[in-house]
Antibody, heavy 119, light 111 residues
């Protein structure tokens, strides 16, 4: 059974930093494309970042230069380092499997972790 | 403002059919067949319902179907059931850098 478990969400002041983690079981994160998707309160979903199996990364324009996605293969975990946080980054952040063997869609999701940016 | 346009809400009575539209552009929905739909119950993570425009994952009822014409994708739910009441989000591949775009979500109410 595949499980993705996010952690690290918290209340942080504007300009602050936070590191989210997504611990995976049932899949090997380094063999998959792994994405972060966020949902602001009462809003739709927004793709944030992807970490390709080969190690390359992509980011939404809204977070480029501020967020960094990475993985720890020894812990089968994906991280999202978020710096220079803004009020508009307030959202539930989901970790999701993005692609496996050329099949691209979000088939597995974590339960989400809430990030609140406020003074 | 979301990249893909969905109606904010739709409704239907049990047993009826409803269709939710998702309008994009020639750069996303119109250019790729990687269109997917997600069901989201309140306070829960999204659940994959349709992928590659028309495909259903194992375990998703056949009442759920997807289609696409030009830059507009659609999700049809036939034989509505009370448990179908939820938010539905469409998603499309949009190229290497943008990667994925979503709609703003549609709230389905079963009357």
């Amino acid at each position: 059974e595949v499980q993705l478990v996010e952690s690290g969400g918290d209340l942080v002041q504007p300009g602050g930093s936070l590191r989210l983690s997504c611990a995976a079981s049932g899949i090997t994160v380094s063999r998959n494309y792994m994405s972060w998707v966020r949902q602001a309160p009462g809003k739709g979903l927004e793709w944030v970042s992807v970490l390709y199996s080969g190690g390359a990364t992509e980011y939404a324009d809204s977070v480029k230069g501020r967020f960094t996605i990475s993985r720890d293969t020894s812990k089968n975990t994906v991280h999202l380092q978020m710096n220079s946080l803004r009020a508009e980054d307030t959202a539930v952040y989901y970790c999701a499997r993005d692609c496996i063997d050329g099949r691209c869609y979000f088939d597995y999701w974590g339960q989400g972790t809430l990030v609140t940016v406020s003074s | 403002q979301s990249a893909l346009t969905q109606p904010r809400s739709v409704s239907g009575s049990p047993g009826q059919s409803v269709t939710i539209s998702c309008t994009g552009t020639s750069s996303d929905v119109g250019a790729h067949n990687s269109v997917s739909w997600y069901q989201q119950q309140p306070g829960k993570a999204p659940k994959l319902m349709i992928y590659d425009v028309t495909e259903r994952p194992s375990g998703v009822p056949a009442r759920f179907s997807g289609s696409k014409s030009g830059s507009t994708a659609s999700l049809t739910i036939s034989g509505l059931q009370a448990e179908d009441e939820a938010d539905y989000h469409c998603c499309s591949y949009a190229g290497t850098h943008t990667r994925w775009v979503f709609g703003g979500g549609t709230k389905l109410t079963v009357l």
